[in-house]
């Protein structure tokens, strides 16, 4: 299969989860013997923090403009057997215009960020990704959220055919490495700062540091604000590249997994820091939300946080107990969640819509 993207970015992964998902389904793609070509508008921003520049099996098109690509985007979509656009790619309404006047495979959106963009409608803003036909015009729309997020994509934006495509690790970038001596920690959390993970990040995070002045914590992550509530323990890795994540996680204890407002509040919508922590063998603590035991079971391969109180008897787990913990979370992510289930999963459904008939046994992820 030759599939065209048009996305956000795979060539940085500052202040972003694109990238990372991206590559991962990449490399997948491309062992499994198919091509790729993701066009992603060249911004400063990406271009000052790139740390990809292309990937084996597939082409990297970075474009000023809209107008400077659109003659090759055309001829592109044109070739392809399938062509997606993606949530937040700055150009995605007028490639899904172009779609819909040369394609001649499958054509779909894929919305990675599907509580945003369903909180948008909420509150009677503009999805700056989508034209005023919402997802009628595609053949096939997959989200990054599942549960009654797929429902409200059909009733709400006209989706024809929607399927969850969730998270995933690729273990080739992701696996048990040893410690970093400068990141060792009882408690870590990696992720770029939001504003709606705040709250939950004060409770389960900054309140136990605070409660715990002799335990190490540590945090990893872009745009944290000059006003973060720093406390001693805790110390700030500024943007870790992905080869950096699997020596940041082997540095934890324990590392915190917490959701974003919108997608707690939708629910089956794991982060893909909680599949890559797992694969590094890094117990996980996590906030809860609806769907979340769909992908670990609580207590056994992942322990849950409503409270600081709660974190804190996380924190209190035995070494031998949270051994316990990472090495059955690791073995449920290789066994489900890796960046290859997702990639066979993705040509299922590309190939099911391409064909008119109802999904293949085994399409869709467990």
Known sequence: MRLVVFGLTVSSSWGNGHATLWRG???????????????????????????????????LVLYPGWDAV???????VRAADAVLATSYCPDAVAAMALMAQAARGVTGFYDLDTPVTL??????????YLGP???????????????????????RLGARRVHPLYGHVDPQAHHPVPAHADWRCDLSYLGTWA????????MLFLAPARQRPRHGFVIGGAQYPADFPWTPNLRFVRHLPPPDHPAFFASSRLTLNVTRAAMAANGWCPSGRLFEAAACGCPLLSDDWPGLAEFFTPGSEILLARSTAEALQALDADDAQLAR????????VLAEHTSAHRARALVAL?????????????????
């Open 133 to 155: 036909r919402g997802l009628r015009d595609v053949d096939l729309v997959l989200s990054y959220t599942g549960g009654p997020a797929l429902d409200a994509l059909r009733t």
């Open 195 to 202: 504003a709606d993970r705040q709250a939950a990040l004060d």
């Open 119 to 128: 909180a948008a409608l909420d509150g009677g803003q503009p999805v700056p």
């Open 25 to 59: 389904l990449w490399r997948a793609l491309a062992a499994q013997g198919h091509e790729l070509v993701f066009f992603e508008r060249d911004v400063p921003y990406y271009a000052e923090h790139r740390d990809c520049t292309g990937l084996p099996g597939g082409t």
């Open 70 to 76: 659109r003659e090759r985007a055309r001829a592109e």
């Open 325 to 332: 913990i990472a090495a059955a979370a690791r073995e449920r």
């Open 350 to 366: 590309l190939d099911a819509a391409a064909q008119g008939r109802t999904d293949p046994a085994g399409a869709l992820p467990a």
